[in-house]
């Protein structure tokens, strides 16, 4: 019997994939030879929730991606769906639930392309898309780019309604202090941390202008103020009332020094896309 350090090590080693000429190999040994069309590749508004395709885009600095075992070719480019067949015609007849692996291929000092697609019969289509899915794990920031599209879930029951998101996500007590459950903590914790490192990345040294959606509390907009107090304007749109309250509360003092302002509306409102324009274009004064 194996040992238990033994089983790690084998299931360490189970989970590494390389971008190499390999990986590429074995997508190639998987494919079907007729080419998909244009039409397979394309994101659909109108059906991508229904039917659930995902999507990549990736790009990748010259060798990063081995194409060839002699590493003369790498991979470029990168277009991948996930979803059933839309060509050639009469592919509408191919199983509702089918999830061939579409792949789309450009290769560095070549203007030429390679397509093909992986069938989901006999699970190949799921199994490239692990394996690729864990490959591009590996992928540093100064490796390239990876861009992943993923459909929300359809929904499993009715909307609820404001006065249930705030009564079970953001409490306000007696103190006036709000208060939200664990995982309400937890996600702003860890999401808020993200975004706040994508602010530092993007906002300028001084100034700047922030138009935050689904602003929620106000908790991501207090920590981004005291951290940069120098910012001009920051704008939270929130369609939920008692989270306006609260975010207005949150950075009161923040709205002393720059243009802060919580907003109610909703994604249709034509204030918001107002708000989001004069942000924007960085015209958003005390009284924006």
């Known amino acids: 019997m194996a040992s238990f350090q033994e089983v790690q090590d084998y299931n360490a080693a189970a989970l590494e994939v390389a971008l190499d000429d390999e990986l590429f190999a074995s997508f190639l040994a998987l494919a079907e030879t007729d080419e998909p069309t244009d039409d397979d590749y394309v994101l659909l508004e109108d059906e ?48 509702p639930g089918d999830r061939s692996l579409f792949v789309r291929a450009r290769f560095s000092g070549d203007d030429d392309s390679l397509s093909f697609y ?88 001084a100034g700047g202008a922030v138009a935050e959606l689904c602003a929620g509390d106000g908790s991501l907009a207090a920590r981004a103020l005291a951290e940069r107090p120098d910012v001009a304007a920051y704008v939270m749109l929130e369609r939920n009332a008692t989270l306006v309250a609260l975010a207005e509360a949150k950075t009161a003092a923040a709205a002393a020094t720059a243009a802060v302002r919580a907003v109610r509306v909703t994604a249709t409102t034509r204030a918001a896309h107002n708000l989001l324009v004069i942000v924007a274009k960085g015209r958003c004064k005390r009284r924006c």
């Open 118 to 205: 992986i069938p989901a019969m006999e699970g190949g289509a799921a199994y490239a898309e692990e394996r690729l899915s864990r490959a591009l794990a590996s992928v540093g920031r100064d490796d390239g780019l990876v861009e992943v599209y993923v459909a929300p879930p359809r929904a499993r029951g009715p909307l609820k309604k404001d006065a249930w998101w705030s009564r079970n996500y953001a409490k306000t007590g007696a103190t006036g202090a709000a208060k939200g459950n664990p995982s309400y903590d937890r996600y702003r914790r860890t999401i808020d941390g993200l975004l706040l490192d994508a602010l530092r990345r993007a906002l300028p040294e």
């Open 48 to 95: 991508w929730l229904e039917k659930q395709d995902r999507f990549l885009y990736a790009r990748f600095e010259d060798g990063v991606w081995p194409a060839t075992a002699d590493r003369k070719q790498s991979v470029s480019e990168l277009l991948c769906r996930v979803g059933a067949r839309r060509s050639p015609p009469g592919a509408e007849g191919y199983p």
